[in-house]
Nanobody
Framework: QVHLVESGGGLVQAGGSLRLSCAASGSIVGANAMSWYRQAPGKQRELVAMITRGGSTNYASSVKGRFTISRDNAENMVYLQMNSLKPEDTAVYYC?????????WGQGTQVTVSS
């Protein structure tokens, strides 16, 4: 079992930036992918960004060009740099670690973007 802990959320004005961090209690090297999801009130959880074991990245169309996902395998960390934030980015952001036989989630961190 690997525990994921997100941090870095908060309140920011539209146009601002935040950097989310996800700390894993175990190695992330073997994970098929590390991802960030988000869930806004009344909406389904959606994939925001993914980085594979090989380093390939994939982004939701709504954040492409504004958000950047990265991973530090040595430190067992995953990051989400969020720039040019919009009010519609307001949500709880969750870190996910997915492998052949596991699917771990963090508890989430709130991001609120004011207009």
């Amino acid at each position: 079992q690997v525990h994921l802990v997100e941090s870095g959320g908060g309140l920011v004005q539209a146009g601002g930036s935040l950097r989310l961090s996800c700390a894993a209690s175990g190695s992330i090297v073997g994970a098929n992918a590390m991802s960030w999801y988000r869930q806004a009130p009344g909406k389904q959880r959606e994939l925001v960004a993914m980085i594979t074991r090989g380093g390939s990245t994939n982004y939701a169309s709504s954040v492409k060009g504004r958000f950047t996902i990265s991973r530090d395998n040595a430190e067992n960390m995953v990051y989400l740099q969020m720039n040019s934030l919009k009010p519609e980015d307001t949500a709880v952001y969750y870190c996910n670690m997915w492998g052949a036989s596991y699917d771990y989630w963090g508890q989430g961190t709130q991001v609120t973007v004011s207009s």
